[in-house]
């Protein structure tokens, strides 16, 4: 008898042992950096969202000034753009680039070359979300010409 009580009780506890609660993390907490000039031009300011703690998925909020882009880059496994503030153009390699505006979500397949950013008038702001694979999320390339970014 004991010793069934004393299982029944450890079988009852075990949830609760490895329950989780829900964190909240505070927007000021996550504070912006200034993009690197190797991958951004203009003024680029990323905050991370969350790390690669859901499945390998990261996500960061991107404020690009007017005038700022990424560099043409690609991604592993896709990457998914929400388009929280302003206005912006996002380009696929060799099409016309599309404008972005808030609402928007924007899907870049696996693999294909693409960059996204500001108006040359306009901010915007954006949730980018993609998936780690093999320890990357991305694959940066040369950066957009003035040329080809007002073309």
């Known amino acids: 008898m004991i010793r069934t009580v004393t299982t029944l009780a450890v079988l009852l506890a075990a949830p609760a042992a490895v329950a989780q609660s829900m964190e ?42 007017p005038g700022a882009r990424s560099a043409w880059h690609t991604h592993p496994a ?38 996204h950013g500001a108006t040359d008038k306009t901010h915007v702001t954006h949730f980018a979300i993609q998936q780690v694979v093999d320890g990357s999320a991305v694959t940066w390339g040369e950066k957009v010409s003035d040329a080809d970014y007002l073309e």
């Open 24 to 65: 909240l993390t505070p927007a000021e907490s996550r504070a912006a950096t200034i993009g690197s000039s190797d991958t951004f031009t203009g003024t680029a300011l990323v905050a991370p969202v969350f790390g690669p703690d859901m499945g390998d998925v990261s996500a960061g909020e991107v404020t690009f000034l």
């Open 78 to 115: 896709g990457q998914k753009l929400v388009v929280t503030a302003g206005s912006g153009w996002v380009q696929e390699r060799g099409q016309p680039k599309q404008l972005m505006q808030a609402g928007d979500v924007i899907w870049c397949p696996p693999g294909i070359e693409h960059w």
